[in-house]
């Protein structure tokens, strides 16, 4: 071949590679991270066969106080809960705890929570998952938990209780991230399930917390 028609070729491979790699990739859709292992996500199973019993689960329905949670704010109001609306996964709300007390004066937990105390699914097991997102969280953390009353509210101890808490840790700055948490087996004397989304015990910083689940495989 000769050179000129060589250059040529050269020059026409180059500008088309240019303008390839010169177009706008299109950003992927939002995922978010997942700290649970996929093999054991009952969402893999026949979704027909899956039973979501929380309600209000992207925080999004609020008639005066926040429909279905709850929270608690710690001994001397340290934690303060809110309906937020400046970070979400699902729009345009998610719950949000923070503290910024020194950790000295911090002697409670802060927490959303909601009871179930109807179809309570004896024998199941059940999985609490929510996408959380910390921000400049330092001390224990951020836990999700699960706990099983003979009661038809949560009362005096739990007779059943399983929690994220020592297991995994949820400290930092992250952006919103799925945890996960099993309560295996419903003891046939349970009236009410509560499942809470906490800012531990001396903890300060902020977390959100949007899409909570509790499920359990028909
Ligand atoms: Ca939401």
Redo the contacts with the bound molecule.
């Keep these: 071949m000769p050179l000129k028609k060589l250059i040529l070729l050269l020059i026409i491979i180059l500008t088309v590679g240019l303008m390839f790699s010169g177009c706008a990739k299109e950003e992927p859709p939002f995922t978010p991270e997942t700290e649970s292992n996929p093999e054991d996500d009952p969402a893999n199973d026949d979704p027909s066969n899956i039973i979501q019993m929380l309600n209000n689960i ?3 329905n609020e008639s005066g106080p926040l429909d279905f949670w709850w929270n608690y704010s710690g001994n001397s109001n340290e934690y303060i809960s809110t309906w937020a609306s400046n970070y ?4 345009n ?2 719950l949000k705890i923070n503290c910024i007390s020194s950790i000295s004066d911090i002697n409670s937990l802060g927490f959303w929570a909601q009871t179930i105390n109807s179809n309570i699914p004896i024998g199941k097991q059940l999985t609490l998952k929510a996408i959380i997102k910390i921000e400049n969280v330092i001390g224990d953390g951020v836990s999700i938990a699960i706990r099983g009353d003979d009661t038809t509210f949560p009362s005096d101890m739990a007779e059943v209780f399983s929690t994220t808490e020592g297991q995994v840790n949820i400290n930092g700055t992250k952006d919103w991230t799925e945890y996960g948490v099993v309560l295996d087996n419903v003891p046939s004397n349970i009236k009410s399930i509560t499942v809470y989304l906490i800012l531990l015990y001396n903890t300060t910083g902020t977390a959100y917390f ?2 909570i689940t509790l499920t359990y495989i028909e």
């Design positions: 992207n925080a999004e979400y996964v699902s729009s709300h998610s949007d899409d």
